[in-house]
């Protein structure tokens, strides 16, 4: 429970400050940067704990606390059903392009960066 409330701390923080930053509610923006930074991180503690860098206890209160906290899917889905229901498929399908595609490429980079650190 302490990871949920650490993760979503963060994501609250996150959220303020891209609003702070863009000047308007930002919530596209920023859900975009957690889930991005969630995917390249979520995948680089896998990776760590299957190489046993991190213990399963550790592995679990990361990815599924903290982790789990901070990234947020249906915050996404909220959002992109917003945009479709308004009409606006512009934003619909460039949030749904930019989620997939950098998400992906996070978790690609952050399966890389922990076998880096792990070569022996």
Known sequence: MLGGALGSGARFTTN???????GAPAISAATLAVNVAGCFLI?????LATAEYLSPQ????????????????????????????????GPAFLNMAL????CLGA????????????VK
Not at 43 to 47: D, P, Q, S
Not at 99 to 102: R, V
Not at 107 to 118: E, I, W, Y
């Open 107 to 118: 978790g690609f980079l952050g399966l890389v960066a922990a076998r880096v650190v792990t």
């Open 43 to 47: 995948t680089a503690i896998a990776e």
């Open 16 to 22: 303020a400050l891209f609003e702070r930053w863009l």
């Open 58 to 89: 550790t592995r679990l209160f990361l990815n599924v606390g903290i982790m789990g906290g901070l990234t947020t899917y249906s915050t996404f889905n909220q959002v992109l059903i917003e945009h479709l229901r308004d009409n606006r498929f």
């Open 99 to 102: 989620t997939l595609g950098l």
